[in-house]
Nanobody
Framework: QVQLVESGGGLVQAGGSLRLSCAAS????????MGWFRQAPGKEREFVAA????????RFADSVKGRSAISRDDAKNTVYLQMNSLKPEDTAVYYC????????????????WGQGTQVTVSS
């Protein structure tokens, strides 16, 4: 089992930045592909960003590409999502997830999920 706890969400004005953190505990963190997803009210949970097990590959949804970064620190069992130039449409609950695969951007392939952290962007 892998337990995931997100932090770093909050209320921010449009154009601002946030760094979300996801702390993992339980089984060895290294070796898992990690991802961030988000869910806005009334919408399905969608892919935001993912990073491979060794940090060598990353991918972003088109909606956040160019203004986001994902990284991992296996020594701290933590994965980060840096989001810049935030927009009101980024408002959602952001979830961290872990997959036994080396990398994935498919929600269904993720095995463990955190409880989420709310991000609200005001206009």
């Amino acid at each position: 089992q892998v337990q995931l706890v997100e932090s770093g969400g909050g209320l921010v004005q449009a154009g601002g930045s946030l760094r979300l953190s996801c702390a993992a505990s339980g089984r060895t963190f290294s070796g898992y592909g990690m991802g961030w997803f988000r869910q806005a009210p009334g919408k399905e949970r969608e892919f935001v960003a993912a990073i491979s097990w060794n940090g060598g590959y990353t991918r972003f949804a088109d909606s956040v590409k160019g203004r986001s970064a994902i990284s991992r620190d296996d020594a701290k069992n933590t994965v980060y999502l840096q989001m810049n130039s935030l927009k009101p449409e980024d408002t959602a609950v952001y979830y961290c997830a872990a997959t036994r695969r080396s990398y994935s951007d498919l929600r269904a392939t993720y095995d463990y999920w955190g409880q989420g952290t709310q991000v609200t962007v005001s206009s």
